[in-house]
Protein backbone atom coordinates (compact mmCIF):
# COMPACT_ATOMS: atom_id res chain seq x y z
CA UNK A 1 0.00 0.00 0.00
CA UNK A 2 1.28 2.89 -0.74
CA UNK A 3 2.39 5.54 1.75
CA UNK A 4 2.71 9.27 2.57
CA UNK A 5 4.47 9.27 5.78
CA UNK A 6 4.43 12.44 8.26
CA UNK A 7 7.39 12.34 11.50
CA UNK A 8 4.91 13.79 13.87
CA UNK A 9 1.16 13.32 14.48
CA UNK A 10 1.24 16.52 16.98
CA UNK A 11 3.66 18.53 17.76
CA UNK A 12 3.93 21.57 20.57
CA UNK A 13 6.52 24.55 20.07
CA UNK A 14 7.60 28.11 21.66
CA UNK A 15 7.48 31.46 19.63
CA UNK A 16 10.69 31.72 17.63
CA UNK A 17 11.73 28.43 17.99
CA UNK A 18 13.27 26.74 14.25
CA UNK A 19 10.55 23.94 13.66
CA UNK A 20 10.95 21.62 10.92
CA UNK A 21 8.15 19.27 9.53
CA UNK A 22 9.05 15.94 7.65
CA UNK A 23 7.60 14.71 4.75
CA UNK A 24 8.52 10.88 3.01
CA UNK A 25 6.75 9.05 0.28
CA UNK A 26 7.28 5.20 -0.83
CA UNK A 27 5.91 5.71 -4.14
CA UNK A 28 8.58 7.25 -6.01
CA UNK A 29 6.56 10.15 -6.60
CA UNK A 30 8.22 13.49 -8.67
CA UNK A 31 5.76 16.29 -7.12
CA UNK A 32 5.33 16.85 -3.23
CA UNK A 33 3.15 19.41 -1.87
CA UNK A 34 2.52 20.92 1.89
CA UNK A 35 -0.63 22.32 2.47
CA UNK A 36 -1.84 24.28 6.22
CA UNK A 37 -5.63 23.08 7.13
CA UNK A 38 -7.75 26.17 8.73
CA UNK A 39 -11.20 26.17 9.73
CA UNK A 40 -13.30 27.62 7.00
CA UNK A 41 -10.21 28.21 5.30
CA UNK A 42 -9.55 24.92 3.48
CA UNK A 43 -6.29 23.86 2.33
CA UNK A 44 -3.80 26.37 1.75
CA UNK A 45 -0.92 25.38 -0.44
CA UNK A 46 2.01 26.71 1.19
CA UNK A 47 5.01 25.43 -0.96
CA UNK A 48 5.39 22.48 -3.35
CA UNK A 49 8.03 20.70 -5.29
CA UNK A 50 8.41 19.00 -9.16
CA UNK A 51 11.15 17.00 -8.84
CA UNK A 52 14.07 17.03 -6.44
CA UNK A 53 15.72 20.57 -5.66
CA UNK A 54 13.34 22.04 -6.99
CA UNK A 55 10.70 24.49 -5.37
CA UNK A 56 8.04 26.38 -6.28
CA UNK A 57 6.13 29.09 -3.72
CA UNK A 58 2.65 28.58 -3.28
CA UNK A 59 -0.36 30.88 -2.05
CA UNK A 60 0.84 31.49 1.52
CA UNK A 61 4.71 31.04 1.67
CA UNK A 62 5.50 33.63 3.82
CA UNK A 63 7.11 32.81 7.13
CA UNK A 64 8.15 29.25 5.39
CA UNK A 65 10.61 27.52 3.68
CA UNK A 66 11.36 23.83 2.44
CA UNK A 67 14.02 21.25 1.66
CA UNK A 68 14.12 18.59 -1.34
CA UNK A 69 17.32 16.64 -1.19
CA UNK A 70 15.82 13.78 -1.87
CA UNK A 71 13.03 12.48 -4.17
CA UNK A 72 11.16 10.98 -1.19
CA UNK A 73 11.55 13.40 1.42
CA UNK A 74 10.39 17.01 1.65
CA UNK A 75 10.49 19.68 4.99
CA UNK A 76 8.80 21.80 5.41
CA UNK A 77 10.49 24.58 7.87
CA UNK A 78 8.95 27.44 10.05
CA UNK A 79 12.13 30.02 10.55
CA UNK A 80 10.93 31.00 13.44
CA UNK A 81 7.82 29.88 14.73
CA UNK A 82 4.54 32.37 15.43
CA UNK A 83 1.11 31.82 17.20
CA UNK A 84 -0.40 32.78 13.89
CA UNK A 85 1.20 29.58 12.55
CA UNK A 86 -0.69 27.18 14.71
CA UNK A 87 -2.90 24.98 12.14
CA UNK A 88 -3.02 21.36 10.76
CA UNK A 89 0.00 20.52 7.85
CA UNK A 90 -0.98 18.40 5.47
CA UNK A 91 1.80 16.67 3.16
CA UNK A 92 0.71 15.01 -0.24
CA UNK A 93 2.39 13.61 -3.10
CA UNK A 94 1.35 12.99 -6.81
CA UNK A 95 3.22 11.37 -10.29
CA UNK A 96 4.20 14.05 -12.49
CA UNK A 97 2.69 11.79 -15.26
CA UNK A 98 -0.91 11.18 -16.05
CA UNK A 99 -3.91 12.82 -14.30
CA UNK A 100 -3.92 11.29 -10.91
CA UNK A 101 -4.97 12.37 -7.43
CA UNK A 102 -2.74 13.45 -4.69
CA UNK A 103 -2.33 11.31 -1.54
CA UNK A 104 -2.23 12.44 1.64
CA UNK A 105 -0.09 12.04 4.94
CA UNK A 106 -2.62 11.99 7.97
CA UNK A 107 -1.44 15.29 9.37
CA UNK A 108 0.76 16.60 11.83
CA UNK A 109 -1.24 19.10 14.31
CA UNK A 110 1.41 22.23 14.96
CA UNK A 111 0.45 24.34 18.27
CA UNK A 112 2.97 26.88 18.62
CA UNK A 113 2.69 28.92 22.20
CA UNK B 1 -7.84 31.73 -12.78
CA UNK B 2 -9.25 28.47 -11.26
CA UNK B 3 -11.74 27.89 -7.85
CA UNK B 4 -13.94 25.97 -6.20
CA UNK B 5 -16.79 26.84 -4.56
CA UNK B 6 -18.41 24.40 -1.57
CA UNK B 7 -21.67 26.80 -0.64
CA UNK B 8 -22.51 24.30 2.56
CA UNK B 9 -20.34 24.72 5.69
CA UNK B 10 -22.36 21.63 7.32
CA UNK B 11 -25.17 19.23 5.91
CA UNK B 12 -26.84 16.96 8.19
CA UNK B 13 -29.09 13.82 6.51
CA UNK B 14 -30.59 11.28 8.80
CA UNK B 15 -29.16 7.45 8.18
CA UNK B 16 -30.53 5.97 5.65
CA UNK B 17 -31.58 9.80 3.04
CA UNK B 18 -29.79 10.10 -0.04
CA UNK B 19 -27.26 12.68 0.56
CA UNK B 20 -25.58 15.58 -1.83
CA UNK B 21 -22.67 17.46 -0.55
CA UNK B 22 -22.64 20.40 -3.69
CA UNK B 23 -19.44 22.12 -5.15
CA UNK B 24 -18.76 24.45 -8.17
CA UNK B 25 -16.14 24.76 -10.09
CA UNK B 26 -14.69 27.79 -12.25
CA UNK B 27 -12.03 27.25 -14.47
CA UNK B 28 -10.43 28.66 -17.74
CA UNK B 29 -9.78 25.62 -20.09
CA UNK B 30 -11.74 21.79 -18.91
CA UNK B 31 -11.94 21.01 -15.28
CA UNK B 32 -10.36 18.10 -13.96
CA UNK B 33 -12.97 17.16 -10.77
CA UNK B 34 -11.64 15.38 -7.18
CA UNK B 35 -13.62 14.76 -3.98
CA UNK B 36 -11.61 14.07 -1.02
CA UNK B 37 -12.78 12.80 2.38
CA UNK B 38 -11.42 13.85 5.82
CA UNK B 39 -12.04 11.91 8.77
CA UNK B 40 -11.03 13.27 12.61
CA UNK B 41 -7.47 13.76 13.30
CA UNK B 42 -6.35 12.03 9.39
CA UNK B 43 -5.09 13.40 6.27
CA UNK B 44 -7.13 13.46 2.77
CA UNK B 45 -8.31 10.26 1.10
CA UNK B 46 -9.07 10.31 -2.12
CA UNK B 47 -12.96 9.46 -3.28
CA UNK B 48 -13.48 9.76 -6.96
CA UNK B 49 -12.14 11.39 -9.89
CA UNK B 50 -13.90 13.37 -13.32
CA UNK B 51 -11.14 13.90 -16.12
CA UNK B 52 -13.59 12.60 -18.78
CA UNK B 53 -16.20 10.70 -20.60
CA UNK B 54 -19.43 9.42 -18.84
CA UNK B 55 -21.05 12.39 -16.36
CA UNK B 56 -21.59 9.86 -13.47
CA UNK B 57 -18.58 8.70 -11.91
CA UNK B 58 -18.57 6.43 -9.26
CA UNK B 59 -16.35 6.15 -6.60
CA UNK B 60 -15.26 4.70 -3.04
CA UNK B 61 -17.89 3.59 -0.41
CA UNK B 62 -20.94 3.86 -2.56
CA UNK B 63 -20.13 7.40 -3.59
CA UNK B 64 -21.01 9.06 -6.88
CA UNK B 65 -20.26 12.54 -8.60
CA UNK B 66 -22.01 13.92 -11.46
CA UNK B 67 -20.62 16.10 -13.69
CA UNK B 68 -22.38 19.05 -14.92
CA UNK B 69 -20.53 21.65 -17.23
CA UNK B 70 -23.53 23.81 -17.97
CA UNK B 71 -24.11 24.66 -14.44
CA UNK B 72 -20.24 24.21 -13.79
CA UNK B 73 -20.70 21.42 -10.69
CA UNK B 74 -19.83 18.49 -9.53
CA UNK B 75 -21.84 17.59 -6.52
CA UNK B 76 -21.05 14.76 -4.50
CA UNK B 77 -23.78 11.98 -4.12
CA UNK B 78 -25.05 8.84 -2.21
CA UNK B 79 -28.31 7.03 -2.40
CA UNK B 80 -28.56 6.49 1.36
CA UNK B 81 -26.44 7.78 4.09
CA UNK B 82 -24.37 5.71 6.57
CA UNK B 83 -23.08 7.31 10.16
CA UNK B 84 -19.71 6.32 9.19
CA UNK B 85 -19.85 8.92 6.64
CA UNK B 86 -19.43 11.54 8.69
CA UNK B 87 -16.76 13.55 8.15
CA UNK B 88 -15.32 16.85 6.36
CA UNK B 89 -15.51 16.46 2.38
CA UNK B 90 -13.10 18.15 -0.05
CA UNK B 91 -13.92 19.29 -3.54
CA UNK B 92 -10.63 19.95 -5.84
CA UNK B 93 -10.69 21.10 -9.18
CA UNK B 94 -7.21 21.40 -12.00
CA UNK B 95 -7.14 22.91 -15.03
CA UNK B 96 -6.44 21.00 -18.34
CA UNK B 97 -3.31 23.04 -19.29
CA UNK B 98 0.45 22.62 -19.03
CA UNK B 99 1.85 24.07 -16.11
CA UNK B 100 -1.48 24.31 -13.90
CA UNK B 101 -0.82 21.34 -12.40
CA UNK B 102 -1.77 21.79 -8.69
CA UNK B 103 -5.13 20.76 -7.39
CA UNK B 104 -7.35 23.80 -6.19
CA UNK B 105 -9.22 22.63 -2.84
CA UNK B 106 -12.55 24.34 -1.54
CA UNK B 107 -13.26 25.16 2.06
CA UNK B 108 -14.49 21.96 2.50
CA UNK B 109 -18.33 20.74 4.13
CA UNK B 110 -18.53 18.92 6.94
CA UNK B 111 -21.09 15.93 6.50
CA UNK B 112 -22.97 14.71 9.82
CA UNK B 113 -25.39 11.35 9.37
CA UNK B 114 -27.76 11.64 12.47
CA UNK B 115 -28.46 8.09 13.81
Known amino acids: DVKVTQSSRYLVKRTGEKVFLECVQDMDHENMFWYRQDPGLGLRLIYFSYDVKMKEKGDIPEGYSVSREKKERFSLILESASTNQTSMYLC????????????FGSGTRLTVV | AQSVAQPEDQVNVAEGNPLTVKCTYS??????LFWYVQYPNRGLQFLLKYITGDNLVKGSYGFEAEFNKSQTSFHLKKPSALVSDSALYFC?????????????FGTGTRLTVIP
Open chain 1, 92 to 103: ASRLQRGLYGYT
Open chain 2, 27 to 32: VSGNPY
Open chain 2, 92 to 104: AVREDQTGANNLF
